[in-house]
């Protein structure tokens, strides 16, 4: 999908985005949900019912309902990657980041530069972000520096419902790119939209949604990065209700 510049979100919507990635991504997951926790490192119902006690929504990332400025802690995974435009991308990552509780300055000097001098945790929102990496030469899908960043990654799954072993997930050829569950029976292939991040990427995002990138690395084929928001509030702001 050619990626236009310079729309606003509201002239990215009219132009079909959001309704690509219905189509593209929220279906998908819809339908391959039950599969899909199931061949994950921990099974995300497994990690739900140990945290039965907080609340959870389904929520748009590019208009998220939470209050502005509240948070100490927000984590995003695997989530950014599926947004099909740089300037959406750009504006899910802004939406995160305005979430936190904003950083501080006091006469003139900015409250994290001397949190960490004096090596003490800054009094700041901050998110992680993760994101599947282009460089993925060393992988069995094969991505690397110079391919395609917009691409189309197949899911298969058999006619007998979920499989659990890791030994029954092998690489499906869909130009070099996939996973797949074997089986003797007929499968059924959804194809999920994905943005692979260069290196460097996801850190200009980050900068362009108004974000300070704390930290940044690779890891299993992701890039990942620690942001708190750019913008600054007095510790007399702060300390009000």
Known sequence: MAERR??????????????????????????????????????????????????????????????????????????????????????????????????????????????????????????LFYVWALEQKGSRRGWDAGGDQDVMVPWIVNGRGPRNRRADVTPVSLNGIGEDVKSKETPKTFNRYYHLYRSGELEDNIVQAGGVVLSSGYERDNWWAIAAPQRLVSEDDEARP
Do not use: C, M, W
């Not at 279906?27 to 006690?53: D, G, N, P």
């Open 6 to 127: 310079g729309l606003s979100t509201k002239d990215d919507e009219v132009v079909g985005y959001a309704d690509y990635e219905d189509k593209h991504v929220h279906q998908v997951y819809e339908q391959i949900a039950s599969h899909f926790s199931s061949t994950r490192y921990k099974a995300l119902t497994t990690i739900a019912k140990q945290h039965r006690s907080h609340s959870a929504i389904v929520a748009d990332n590019l208009h998220l309902p939470h209050p502005r400025g509240r948070f100490d802690f927000a984590i995003s995974i695997a989530v950014i990657h599926h947004v099909s435009t740089s300037l959406r991308r750009v504006a899910a990552i802004k939406e995160v980041l305005d979430l936190l509780k904003p950083r501080q300055h006091a006469e003139g000097k900015d409250v994290h530069a001397r949190a960490v001098a004096n090596g003490t945790r800054p009094n700041e929102g901050r998110a």
